[in-house]
């Protein structure tokens, strides 16, 4: 009895060493068969290299992008990284990026960067929000969620951007304010608009659609469009035109209406076109009117007179 349990245990012990060296044959043989997903695990720890970083060329031998990493994961159609330094270049120009995650799709060449993404230009732009994609062929870079743009004393913000890779032009798809700081007073002047905003950082001027308010200490300025005129010498909005039911109201309720308005800050005048209406002040049955600007904002009308 016991010589026969004793075989039937040797003879168990073979059969499970037989199993155990099958087992590994056939995983060295077949790894998709035997733990598959151990095996990916493997792989995957296999291409994670750490300190990362590669540089991409156009046909013409010109650097479109530059890229690195803490970490990165090399897939085989997308190369995930940690903790982003990326440059897109535009005419040996780059705008400096950082991020805490991104993507690089090796077929597109595109990069899809999230969180805490931070665009530096050369020339001190900034343009700072939590998604960002760079398309370094095309040389432009998009986010479909909130960002800012910050230069000097100007400040943006809106829904949706895109710009050129120096950020000399960007464009906000809707819900845009822009804050412009006084120098001289510290004082803002707000811009908000409906959207779309284009700024045009080279031409200093910003094109507001639909719904656009501009306001001040001094009163407030209505239109359905507006062209916002700024001075890189004084760092001050110098003019403004603005088009389509403009009303003009002041600190005292005092209230015009006019087709459209130009705002010369220089000269410290404000033009009117069009129908013109006025409330609380002296009325103008139409055409054409210049007012100074001081006495227009600080006692809407009193100081009228019609413009040959």
């Avoid at 168990?12 to 044959?25: E, T």
């Avoid at 043989?29 to 590669?54: C, L």
Wanted: glycine share 8%; charged share 25%.
């Amino acid at each position: 009895m016991i010589k026969q349990i004793v075989k039937i245990t040797i003879g168990l012990a073979l059969f499970y060493i037989g199993l155990v060296q099958f087992q590994l044959w056939l995983a060295s043989r077949h790894p998709n068969v035997f733990d598959r997903q151990e095996y990916f695990e493997r792989q995957e720890r296999e291409q994670k290299i750490f300190s990362f970083a590669f540089s991409k060329y156009d046909t013409g031998g010109k650097k479109e992008l530059e890229i690195e990493g803490d970490t990165a994961d090399i897939l085989k159609k997308q190369i995930f990284f940690t903790n982003v330094l990326a440059k897109a270049f535009a005419e040996d120009s780059p705008i400096t990026i950082t991020a805490d995650t991104g993507i690089f799709d090796k077929k597109t060449s595109n990069v899809h960067l999230e969180k805490n993404v931070i665009a530096t230009t050369k020339t001190g732009t900034r343009l700072l929000t939590e998604e960002l994609d760079i398309n370094p062929t095309d040389k432009v870079v998009t986010t479909p969620v909130h960002a800012k743009v910050k230069r000097e004393n100007i400040h943006v913000e809106g829904i949706g951007a895109q710009g050129d890779s120096e950020l000399k032009k960007v464009r906000f798809k809707r819900n845009v304010t822009v804050v412009v700081q006084n120098p001289d007073t510290n004082t803002p002047t707000i811009i908000t608009s409906d959207g779309p905003l284009e700024v045009d950082y080279h031409s200093n001027v910003a094109h507001f659609s639909d719904n656009v308010i501009a306001r001040d200490e001094r009163g407030r300025l209505f239109a359905d469009y507006m062209d916002v005129f700024y001075s890189q010498e004084t760092k001050k909005i110098y003019k403004i035109i603005a088009t389509g039911n403009v009303i003009i109201t002041n600190k005292d309720g005092h209230t015009t209406y006019s087709d459209n308005v130009i705002y010369l800050a220089d000269e410290g005048k404000i033009i009117l076109g069009g129908d013109v209406e006025a409330f609380g002040a002296q009325e103008s049955e139409g055409g054409q009117s210049e007012q100074s600007l001081s006495g227009f904002l600080e006692n809407l009308g009193t100081s009228s007179k019609k413009k040959s």
